[in-house]
């Protein structure tokens, strides 16, 4: 099992930065890939950034590139996030996410991030 504690949401005007962190607990399982999605109301979940293998090779979704960063550690089950110049559509709950090699995807609970016009 892995246990996924997120922070660092809140309410930012457009334009602003925040920075999301997540922190993994689990046992007897090596992470092999951390990442964040997002969902805004009505709509599909969204991948937004992840980190996969020993040497953390990160991919951003569209809406994450030139303004986003991903950072952190799988083998310490760290990962953050980094968000600059936000736009109101960047407002929805962010989900931090982990699994090992081959397995399923563990959620965290999710944080809210909403960016004002």
């Known amino acids: 099992q892995v246990q996924l504690v997120e922070s660092g949401g809140g309410l930012v005007q457009s334009g602003g930065s925040l920075t999301l962190s997540c922190e993994a607990s689990?046992?007897?399982?090596?992470?092999?890939?951390m990442g964040w999605y997002r969902r805004a109301p009505g709509t599909q979940r969204e991948l937004v950034a992840i980190i996969t293998g020993g040497d953390g090779y990160i991919w951003y979704g569209n809406s994450a590139k030139g303004r986003f960063t991903i950072s952190g550690d799988n083998a310490k089950g760290t990962v953050y996030l980094q968000m600059d110049n936000l736009k109101p559509e960047d407002t929805a709950v962010y989900y931090c996410?982990?699994?090992?090699?081959?397995?399923?995807?563990?959620w965290g609970q999710g944080t809210q991030v909403t960016v004002s016009s």
């Open positions: 996410s982990a699994r090992a090699m081959n397995g399923p995807n563990y």
């Open positions: 689990r046992s007897g399982i090596n992470i092999y890939q």
